[in-house]
């Protein structure tokens, strides 16, 4: 395999250690291009190697305190109920229309976390059934809808509405991204069985890479982490409106 793709797979764990979310972002045009896999087939594997990756993540998180489980258990539930009436609608709309709404969602929300009181302080857990069960079911929606993003549309509905601070939210995120990939990889698995090293390869070294983000988030400040995160999810919509624009 190529270094590019090795790196990749380390990248992808990274992102998903530091800041929750990016995984499935990332995933599958490392795979298309640096590891050669069909799309179709790619899309199975992907949902594979982030399940795994986030599940190491959120077992090191909940074993550090970040975790918070009425969260992952109100936003789990509700999102992939919330997904699957999403996931009905996506043919109603052009595929243009589909990727530019989701970079206008993605730029709302790195704009509004960028533009956040600095000097605010970490708040308390308070994750109330009927606010977070709406939450979760609207950030599945949503992911069922597009298709990507579940991580970037997860970490601030948590924020938010869960009231966690975001290295709780990583953890929760976590928990919540490895079971939504590996019932989509379930799904997923006639089409993308036959890559079994490659998967088992790109899982491994994304495993790596989610538990080297936990720990040099670690020295990082929550500040600069929500800055970090945002600031990402920026970058990424930028990306997506643009490739959408001029394609």
């Not at 549309?153 to 953890?171: F, S």
């Not at 993308?192 to 090293?197: A, E, L, T």
């Not at 070294?205 to 995160?229: C, D, Y």
Request: with cysteine; glycine share 14%.
């Amino acid at each position: 395999m190529n270094p590019l793709a090795i790196a990749g797979a380390v990248a992808i764990g990274l992102s998903l250690g530091l800041t929750g979310a990016g995984g499935s972002i990332l995933t599958l045009p490392v795979l298309v291009y640096f590891a050669g896999l069909p799309p179709k087939e790619a899309v199975g594997v992907s949902l594979f190697i982030v399940g795994a990756a986030a599940l190491a993540g959120a077992i090191q998180r909940w074993r550090s305190g970040e975790f918070h489980g009425r969260a992952a258990l109100m936003f789990g539930a509700a999102g992939m109920a919330g997904a699957a009436v999403g996931a009905r609608f996506t043919g109603m709309v052009s595929e243009k229309a589909l990727m530019v709404s989701f970079a206008v969602l993605m730029l709302v929300v790195a704009v509004r976390m960028l533009k956040g009181r600095t000097g605010e302080a970490e708040p308390e857990p308070d994750c109330r059934p009927g606010r977070c069960l709406v939450a979760g079911t609207g950030t599945g929606l949503l992911t069922g809808f597009i298709g990507v993003g579940g991580g970037f549309l997860l970490m601030p509905a948590l924020m938010r509405y869960a009231r966690l601070p975001i290295r709780t939210a990583t953890g929760t995120s976590l928990a919540v991204i490895s079971v939504n990939s590996m019932v989509g990889w379930l799904s997923h698995l006639p089409t993308s069985g036959g890559h079994w090293s490659v998967t088992a390869l790109f899982a491994a070294l994304a495993i790596v890479g989610t538990l080297a983000g936990k720990a040099l988030s670690a020295k990082l400040p929550a500040k600069r982490l929500k800055q970090g995160f945002a600031g990402l999810v920026l970058v990424v919509g930028i990306q997506v409106l643009w490739r959408s624009v001029i394609s």
